[in-house]
T-cell receptor
Framework: EAGVAQSPRYKIIEKRQSVAFWCNPI?????LYWYQQILGQGPKLLIQ????????DSQLPKDRFSAERLKGVDSTLKIQPAKLEDSAVYLC????????????FGEGSWLTVV | RKEVEQDPGPFNVPEGATVAFNCTYS??????FFWYRQDCRKEPKLLMS???SGNEDGRFTAQLNRASQYISLLIRDSKLSDSATYLC????????????FGKGTHLIIQP
C-alpha cells in the first residue's frame, strides 16, 4: 500500500518569498492533517481536514498560511510571505477517519527560510 | 490548547537495560493515547496505542493512569535499534481529534 506522498522534500527560500507544499494521502483516508515540526520539538497541528472540510485550523497562522483540500483528496499548504521562524519540517498525515484512528505520516517537506 | 509534557532527556542507557519514561497531559477530556517513535530526520511512526488496561507488545509496555493524567512507556532488554525519540501523543477529545504531541524523549542505547 502506498504511503502518504509529499513534495517537495526540501526547499530553501528567502524570507518574504512564498512556498507551497503538496500532499497526497493514503487512498481512502478521509482525514488529512498538516503538522509543523520545528527542530527539537514535537509536531504541532496546523490544520485538519475531514474530506474537503476544515475540522480544526485553530493553530494555523492565517495571516500567512493557507491550506486547501478542494476535492477531498490531495492537499496543498502555502506560506506567503515566509518568515525565518517558519523554518521547519511540514508533515502531512492521514487517517481513515476521526476518533483515534492511527495517523500515518509522510516523510515531510523540509523548509529553510534564509 | 492543552499540553503534553515529557522529559526531553537524553536518556543514555546501556544495551540490555530497562528504561522507562513518563508523559503527563493536561486535558482531562482526552480519550486516546499513543506512543510514536521518530528516528533522526524521519517521520513519526506509531509505536503503540495506550489502553486503560495497559498493553504490552514484546519488549514494550505502555500504561495509562487517568486519575493522575500520565502515560508511561517501559522498554525491557533495550537494543541499539531502540535509539530514537519517543513522542507521547494525546487526542484532544470533544469532537475534533487532532492529536497533540509532546516534545519527545530522546533515548540513546549505548553498546
Amino acid at each position: 500500500e502506498a504511503g502518504v506522498a509529499q513534495s517537495p522534500r526540501y526547499k530553501i527560500i528567502e524570507k518574504r518569498q512564498s512556498v507551497a507544499f503538496w500532499c497526497n494521502p493514503i487512498s481512502g483516508h478521509a482525514t488529512l492533517y498538516w503538522y509543523q515540526q520545528i527542530l527539537g520539538q514535537g509536531p504541532k497541528l496546523l490544520i485538519q481536514f475531514q474530506n474537503n472540510g476544515v475540522v480544526d485550523d485553530s493553530q494555523l497562522p492565517k495571516d500567512r498560511f493557507s491550506a486547501e483540500r478542494l476535492k477531498g483528496v490531495d492537499s496543498t499548504l502555502k506560506i506567503q510571505p515566509a518568515k525565518l521562524e517558519d523554518s521547519a519540517v511540514y508533515l502531512c498525515a492521514s487517517s481513515l477517519g476521526m476518533g483515534g484512528n492511527t495517523i500515518y505520516f509522510g516523510e515531510g517537506s523540509w523548509l529553510t527560510v534564509v | 490548547r492543552k499540553e503534553v509534557e515529557q522529559d526531553p532527556g537524553p536518556f543514555n542507557v546501556p544495551e540490555g537495560a530497562t528504561v522507562a519514561f513518563n508523559c503527563t497531559y493536561s486535558n482531562s477530556a482526552s480519550q486516546s493515547f499513543f506512543w510514536y517513535r521518530q528516528d533522526c530526520r524521519k517521520e513519526p511512526k506509531l509505536l503503540m496505542s495506550v489502553y486503560s488496561s495497559g498493553n504490552e507488545d514484546g519488549r514494550f509496555t505502555a500504561q495509562l493512569n487517568r486519575a493522575s493524567q500520565y502515560i508511561s512507556l517501559l522498554i525491557r532488554d533495550s537494543k541499539l535499534s531502540d535509539s530514537a525519540t519517543y513522542l507521547c501523543v494525546v487526542n484532544q477529545g470533544g469532537g475534533a481529534d487532532g492529536l497533540t504531541f509532546g516534545k519527545g524523549t530522546h533515548l540513546i542505547i549505548q553498546p
